[in-house]
């Protein structure tokens, strides 16, 4: 009965009869036991927050190297890549530069082969053109 004799206790006015008591004053006084009790609480808090804001910066911290790390590697591949790329463009090239030169070549030598075939009578066309001219201005 000591415990519901002191929970009652509270509601009793302090003050003398007629009086009013001051209410914020005594619920101030019972909460200062509380918050006493809650301090080292609160500090526990706020020291867990700081370990966490620190664990997380180092894990930003790292994130931030491990991203730069794979950027590093990314761009050293690409300029590989890129590399490779070229070589094999340049290799296609080379190869349709080759084709272009070798049909050139086989057109240069039909050109040729058709010239000598033709240069027998072409010459012969206008050395009979020549001996006529001559006799027709002899004349």
Do not use: N, W, Y
């Not at 009086?19 to 019972?30: I, L, M, W």
């Not at 620190?54 to 894990?59: E, H, L, N, T």
């Not at 070549?105 to 006529?132: F, G, I, N, S």
């Amino acid at each position: 009965m000591g415990d519901l004799r002191g929970f009652l206790e509270r509601f009793r006015p302090t003050a003398r009869v007629g009086v009013p008591g001051d209410r914020a004053a005594e619920q101030r006084a019972e909460l200062a036991v509380v918050f006493a009790a809650m301090a080292p609480v609160e500090t526990e808090c706020c020291e867990i927050r700081d370990a966490a804001a620190r664990a997380a910066s180092g894990i930003r911290h790292r994130a931030d190297q491990e991203a730069e790390a794979l950027i590093g590697a990314a761009r050293a591949r690409a300029r590989t890549e890129r590399t490779s790329a070229a070589a094999t463009a340049g290799d296609h090239v080379s190869a349709e530069r080759a084709a272009i030169i070798a049909d050139a070549e086989r057109l240069a030598a039909r050109t040729r082969e058709r010239a000598e075939e033709r240069l027998p009578v072409l010459v012969a066309r206008a050395v009979e053109m020549v001996k006529k001219a001559i006799t027709e201005d002899g004349e």
